[in-house]
């Protein structure tokens, strides 16, 4: 019984520290899309994020940027993508 209880122990130890790097690092990780969000604002508000920017070369590229096939290669034009890209921004 003693040997269980120490073995639970060592094993809560182990996830205590992995449930720390696991915080560490989503915080790491909040602090970088914190900066990017913060750099991807564009002073003119006319023209398109830089997110949907990146979208339209990568389907002018030849890949598929609609949730159906998103990175695989398009052989031709796509109604989906084209919809989700072109449709009119609010």
Same mark, same amino acid.
């Not at 520290?17 to 914190?34: A, F, P």
């Not at 070369?57 to 993508?81: A, I, K, T």
């Given at each position: 019984? $003693? !040997?269980?209880?120490?073995?639970?122990? !060592?094993?809560?130890?182990?996830?205590? #520290?992995?449930?720390?790097? *696991?915080? /560490? /690092? #989503?915080?790491? *990780?909040?602090?970088?899309?914190?900066?990017?969000?913060?750099?991807?604002?564009?002073?003119? !508000? #006319?023209?398109?994020?830089?997110? =949907?920017?990146? =979208?339209?070369? =990568?389907?002018? $590229?030849?890949?598929?940027?609609?949730?159906?096939?998103?990175?695989? *290669?398009?052989?031709?034009?796509? *109604?989906?993508?084209?919809?989700?890209?072109?449709?009119?921004? /609010?």
């Amino acid at each position: 019984m $003693e !040997t269980r209880i120490s073995d639970m122990m !060592t094993d809560l130890k182990r996830m205590k #520290n992995h449930i720390e790097d *696991l915080e /560490e /690092e #989503n915080s790491q *990780l909040r602090r970088q899309l914190s900066i990017m969000s913060g750099a991807g604002v564009q002073s003119n !508000t #006319n023209s398109p994020p830089a997110a =949907l920017q990146n =979208l339209v070369r =990568l389907y002018q $590229e030849g890949f598929h940027v609609c949730n159906l096939h998103f990175g695989r *290669l398009r052989s031709g034009d796509c *109604l989906f993508c084209s919809a989700f890209l072109y449709k009119k921004q /609010e």
